[in-house]
Nanobody
């Protein structure tokens, strides 16, 4: 499993970004996937997750209603659409995947594979 996160950048408050997480591993498998983020000096926290089929999703309270996670199974890519961004959303965003098919929840221990992260900076 090789996860490649992209799509980060600098955006003004109220703006949007779409983050992508592509699995470029040698074997084409679909994994339950999550997004976590880590702000400077803070611990890594859960943002959103999606199951194998894409029909089950979950969000942290801080992003619910503003962020949407989805997947394109043909491209083996998971997206995180981020809208109405706030300075508090500034962080490195990591995509992660785990074994099985179900939604894996908000604990990082449930996920085995991690990408390198993409930086999102929201200016006020």
């Amino acid at each position: 499993v090789q996860l490649q996160a992209s799509g980060g950048g600098l955006v003004q408050a109220g703006g949007s970004l779409r983050l992508s997480c592509a699995n470029s591993g040698r074997t084409f498998r679909i994994y339950p996937t999550g997004w976590f983020r880590q702000a400077p000096g803070k611990e890594r926290i859960f943002v959103a997750g999606i199951n194998w089929s894409g029909l089950s999703t979950g969000y942290s309270d801080s992003v619910k209603g503003r962020f949407t996670i989805s997947r394109d199974k043909a491209k083996n890519t998971v997206y995180l659409q981020t809208n109405s961004l706030k300075p508090a959303d500034t962080a490195v965003y990591y995509c992660t995947a785990g074994e099985g098919r179900g939604y894996l929840g908000d604990s990082p221990q449930n996920y085995e594979y991690w990408g390198q992260g993409t930086l999102v900076t929201v200016s006020s």
